[in-house]
């Protein structure tokens, strides 16, 4: 009885180890509302020049879910920003989960993340090759429009990587993803939203968020893969072990 306890135990203690991952500071879902399921973290805030913009049911992964639907155009953007002030330990330390789809501009630039307050044509792109693209230095796998893609940013002090659908598509050194105090001193994230100074400024397109994460930590590739909830494949081998040798007991203590 002593070792079957102990067992169990360990099992419990490894399944927990095995699932556990970072929490993030902010996290947004999109049911109905644009606030933050973390306590103390701020709501988003709409950038809505149409005015057409807002909730909508969609599939997202074969889940029936509400998402948000940014409707602009390319001289009047539309999108998302989130003040990260007292969020983030350090300007070049964080990761961002941003669960979307894009539905215009097939084979052009467009925009998903922005941490120069839209100053700056750098940033986290799709681009002309529907590849991820962290302009001007790194370009990645292809993208697809119309369909709802796992993209993942993460900033480990200036080693800047970024995973499309659990895969990770790029490393490099650079500070384009660092939140710059100069050009944005209230640590603004921009989602989906172009430059609006500075060359090109028109790399748009419309489309629909489904999830929203924030850590203030850079996410390792363990982490970061495979999806949420799905425990790697290690991980359930090492449990099938586990609970095998718990037959092997009770049937031991049977005979």
Do not use: C
């Amino acid at each position: 009885m002593h070792s079957f306890k102990f067992i169990v135990a360990a099992l419990s203690f490894f399944s927990a180890a095995a699932f556990a991952a970072p929490t993030p500071v902010a996290s947004y879902g999109f049911n109905n509302t644009l606030a933050s399921s973390v306590g103390g973290a701020p709501a988003l805030v709409e950038v809505n020049p149409l005015g057409t913009s807002g909730f909508a049911a969609d599939v997202v992964f074969g889940n029936a879910q509400t998402v948000y639907t940014f409707n602009g155009t390319p001289s009047q953007n539309a999108g998302l920003t989130l003040d990260s002030t007292g969020l983030l330990t350090s300007p070049t330390l964080y990761t961002v989960e941003i669960v979307f789809k894009f539905t215009e501009n097939l084979n052009a630039w467009r925009r998903i993340l922005d941490v120069q307050n839209r100053q700056t044509d750098n940033g986290f792109y799709v681009d002309p090759s529907n590849n991820l693209d962290v302009y001007p230095v790194a370009g990645g796998s292809p993208f697809t429009n119309d369909e709802y893609h796992d993209v993942f940013l993460v900033n480990d002090n200036g080693k800047v990587t970024f995973y499309l659908d659990g895969s990770a598509q790029q490393t490099v050194n650079t500070t384009v993803m660092d939140l710059d105090p100069v050009t944005n001193p209230d640590d603004l994230f921009g989602f989906f939203l172009d430059n609006i100074a500075g060359p090109a400024t028109q790399e748009y397109s419309s489309g629909s968020v489904a999830r929203i994460n924030l850590f203030n930590v850079a996410l390792t590739a363990e982490e970061v893969t495979p999806p949420t909830g799905v425990p790697e494949p290690g991980s359930l081998a090492l449990l099938g072990l586990g609970l095998a040798g718990l037959a092997a007991i009770q049937k031991r203590k049977q005979a």
